[in-house]
């Protein structure tokens, strides 16, 4: 059975920092791309940031530059997102996904109504950044 079970979410003043973490179960974790979305209330659900459990190739979208890492531990199977000097704007559920493409097509493609088509999702943790 395939699980992926995300965590780490909470209420942080702006500027404050997170880290999600997004443990993986019942799959090769070398054969998939692992990602993060969002969805904030009244907006479509969209890419963050993606990795390869390979060899740990990443692709962030515009909205994880500069203040998002991901980051992979393959021997737990567990990918990390260290979100920094959190803006409001990033208050949503953030949930973790998995399917057998690279990172950047995880993240390029499969936002909005193309989520569902990924092949495991997990729940999501909220994030809450206060003014």
């Known amino acids: 059975d395939v699980q992926l079970q995300a965590s780490g979410g909470g209420l942080v003043q702006a500027g404050g920092s997170l880290r999600l973490s997004c443990q993986v179960s019942?799959?090769?974790?070398?054969?998939?791309?692992i990602g993060w979305f969002r969805q904030a209330p009244g907006k479509e659900r969209e890419a963050v940031v993606c990795?390869?459990?390979?060899?740990?190739?990443?692709y962030y979208t515009d909205s994880a530059k500069g203040r998002f890492t991901i980051s992979s531990d393959n021997a737990k199977n567990t990918v990390y997102l260290q979100m920094n000097n959190l803006k409001p704007e990033d208050t949503a559920v953030y949930y973790c996904?998995?399917?057998?493409?690279?990172?950047?097509?995880?993240?390029?493609?499969?936002?909005?109504?193309?989520?569902?088509?990924?092949?495991?999702r997990g729940q999501g943790t909220q994030v809450t950044v206060s003014s």
């Open positions: 019942g799959l090769s974790f070398d054969d998939y791309a």
């Open positions: 996904a998995a399917d057998r493409l690279t990172s950047r097509t995880l993240c390029t493609y499969y936002s909005g109504s193309y989520y569902s088509r990924i092949d495991y």
């Open positions: 990795i390869e459990g390979s060899d740990g190739t990443t």
